[in-house]
């Protein structure tokens, strides 16, 4: 899980410093060029080219366009609002995971579930403060992305019952580079990434896929209910790399939402692991 939190730490200051050269979809384009070529690769080195399979291209393109939309909506954001900000929105995706699940998993909402969704969204109320500063297109953005992750965590919970990870990242990376292509390419005109910038872009490439992988590996060396609270760790790694690098203040607002999101993921998780 270390390897997790550097990753995703890393790939938001990625992010920030491609923020003033690349759009989103130019960065998402980018990103996901380099990945298809990394994820390719690492197949033939491992010898699992044979495991990407064409069967359920359907719940891959619903999975891809989910998480091309929080991705891209993050990454929007993640030059907008503060770096602490934004992990703690992205902290509510199980949350929207708990609410939507009923809906295509047939899982129950429980009292227990519906009461941590409920603080949750007190978290996010704390955070953004809509009554104080009102809410920005970059706080909506930071927001939604959790909801456009919720998705893409459904669809693979469906995925991961049939489909290998190789096959799970290559369909990743392909689509979100097709994607991406017709959204960059819209107006025309796709920013290139020149040579003060290409050491951020394989950050990100090799980040996001980095994540992904400890995540899931983390998964199967350990029960959620240990995993999960490791990676609440980003969170004070990344609000310490705000306040050094880029001068970003924590306050209370954000400590207090922060801690209530936290908190109602655990009890979820605790939850769900004892039954």
């Keep these: 899980m270390l390897g997790a939190v550097i990753s995703f730490s890393l790939m938001a200051i990625a992010g920030r410093e491609l923020g003033g050269e690349l759009d989103s979809f130019e960065i998402m384009l ?12 690492l197949a033939w080195r491992f010898n699992t080219l044979n495991q990407i399979k064409f069967n359920t291209l359907k719940l891959h393109t619903i999975r891809n366009v989910s998480h091309f939309f929080g991705q891209t909506l993050w990454y929007f954001a ?44 007190i978290g996010i109320l704390m955070i953004a403060r809509p009554e104080a500063t009102g809410l920005s297109a970059g706080m909506l953005a930071a ?20 489909q290998s990870v190789t096959c799970i990242l290559f369909w990743l990376t392909v689509m979100q580079c097709v994607m ?24 990100i490439s090799v980040g996001g896929l980095t994540a992904h992988f400890c995540i ?13 609270p490791l990676e609440f760790l980003r969170l004070p790694l990344i609000a310490v790399i705000g306040y050094f690098v880029y001068a970003e203040a924590l306050s ?12 109602a993921n655990i009890a979820n998780l605790r939850k769900a692991e004892t039954g």
């Design 143 to 162: 927001i939604f992305c959790a909801v456009g992750f919720a998705g893409s965590i459904l669809a693979t919970k469906l995925l991961t019952r049939t």
């Design 252 to 263: 209370l607002f954000i400590l207090g939402g922060a801690i209530l999101i936290i908190g």
């Design 180 to 203: 991406s292509i017709i959204c960059a390419g819209f107006d025309g005109i796709i920013a290139l990434p020149n040579t003060a910038n290409l050491h951020w872009v394989a950050v």
């Design 216 to 228: 899931t590996t983390a998964l199967t060396l350990a029960p959620a209910s240990i995993v999960a």
């Design 78 to 121: 993640v030059t907008k609002v503060t770096l602490a900000q934004l992990f703690a929105f992205e902290f509510t995706a199980p949350l929207w995971v708990a609410l939507i699940a009923p809906l295509f998993l047939k899982e129950t909402l429980t009292k227990t579930k519906f009461l941590s969704i409920f603080i949750g969204f």
């Design 30 to 41: 980018w990103r996901s060029l380099a990945g298809i070529f990394i994820v390719l690769a």
